[in-house]
């Protein structure tokens, strides 16, 4: 095996959806603030009792027919969350154990806003080391369930929803155009807990906790990290942005998309934009952006996908992919 290959997506966004009007509702905010400050306009949220591993499900059944693949061939499961269902086991094996798969390989991968990066990151090396032929790769939150629903200054940003993809072992030449993961790059930083966190857990409090983030503080890094994640991704791959057909970026505010698309000297009507209609969805927000852009026709065969995310931690990451 030389390359892995994305060969289908899939999304779920639970039904019930929260405008900003009725998020003004709620908090001391407006409509008005949150477009300007954010692009956010609407967010989904899940219903009581709808899990991440539901949400997870019902995208991993949509990226096996859109790829034509039977669930039954599926012998790796990474699931990308900040928000599993229960402490430990992995929502990964809850995913498998719902899909009816008794074999394989499942487990979690931990790294909030970029979970989605590093899963596909591991879940390509284990298949070209030989773990798995066939790999679901998704990223699958909810949010609403770790926010403090008081703080307007966090709850108006984020969502529920999951994106997943195929990914499949590919023979190929192992050349640039060869259709599948080309090259990525992660990092992590832990000096930055303080500015992105969840003030609970086994080891602290005993509770779930909620997020608190330090926004403005947050943001100053995001386009500075991941600029240079995109560089060096692209790099590694011998490539350069003005190679790169489409951006598919974590979702957090549309300033930091325009932010960082300028620093490659990208136009940002390359960069694929979905945080108007979900907000900030974590681990999902790529694979749910790469889906939006695939179904409506925007990526097209021979496109060079250049995948981005930074989230708590800090950690951040960046891939580039031939479609
Ligand atoms: N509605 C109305 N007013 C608000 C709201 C709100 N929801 N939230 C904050 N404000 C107020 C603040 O209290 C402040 O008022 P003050 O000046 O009287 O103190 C004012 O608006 C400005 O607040 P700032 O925090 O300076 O606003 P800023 O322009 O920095 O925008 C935001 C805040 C949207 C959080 C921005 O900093 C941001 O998006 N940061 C990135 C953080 C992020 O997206 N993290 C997600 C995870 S990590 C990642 O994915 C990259």
Not at 82 to 89: E, G, K, V, W
Not at 179 to 184: N, P, W
Not at 286 to 302: E, Q, Y
Request: hydrophobic share 45%.
């Amino acid at each position: 095996v030389t390359r892995s290959r994305i060969v289908g997506t899939g999304t779920y966004l639970p039904s019930r959806v929260i405008e900003n009007a009725e998020m003004a509702a709620l908090v001391d905010t407006s409509d008005e603030w949150i477009v300007e400050r954010t692009g956010i306009r609407r967010r989904h949220i899940a219903a009581e009792g709808e899990l991440t591993s539901d949400l997870a499900v019902n995208a991993a059944k949509q990226a096996l027919e859109s790829a034509g693949i039977d669930v039954q061939a599926v012998d790796l499961i990474v699931v990308a969350t900040a928000t599993p269902d229960q402490t430990f086991p992995a929502t990964a094996t809850r995913v498998q154990a719902k899909l009816g798969l008794t074999h394989g390989v499942a487990f979690d991968v931990a790294a909030v806003c970029s979970g989605f990066l590093y899963a596909l990151t591991v879940a390509d090396a284990m298949i070209r080391a030989g773990q798995g032929k066939t790999a679901l790769v998704i990223g699958a939150e909810t949010f609403s369930r770790i926010l403090d629903w008081e703080d307007r200054t966090t709850c108006v940003l984020f969502g529920d929803g999951a994106g997943a993809v195929v990914l499949r072992a590919e023979e190929g030449q192992g050349t640039n155009d060869d259709k599948g993961l080309l090259a990525a790059r992660l990092h992590s930083d832990g000096r930055y807990n303080e500015l992105l966190y969840v003030d609970g857990g086994p080891g602290s409090t005993g509770t779930t906790g909620k997020l608190r983030m330090k926004g403005k503080e947050v943001f100053r890094h995001a386009v500075t990290n991941l600029s240079s994640v995109m560089l060096e991704t692209l790099a590694a791959a011998g490539l350069k942005p003005e190679d790169v057909s489409w951006v598919i970026p974590h979702q957090a505010n549309l300033r930091i998309l325009e932010g960082t698309a300028k620093k490659l000297s990208l136009p940002i009507d390359r960069v694929v934009v979905t945080v108007d209609q979900h907000a900030n969805t974590s681990a999902a927000s790529v694979p749910l952006a790469l889906d939006a852009a695939v179904r409506d026709g925007r990526i097209k065969d021979g496109d060079l996908l250049l995948l981005e995310a930074m989230g708590g931690g800090f950690t951040w990451g960046a891939a580039a992919v031939r479609w």
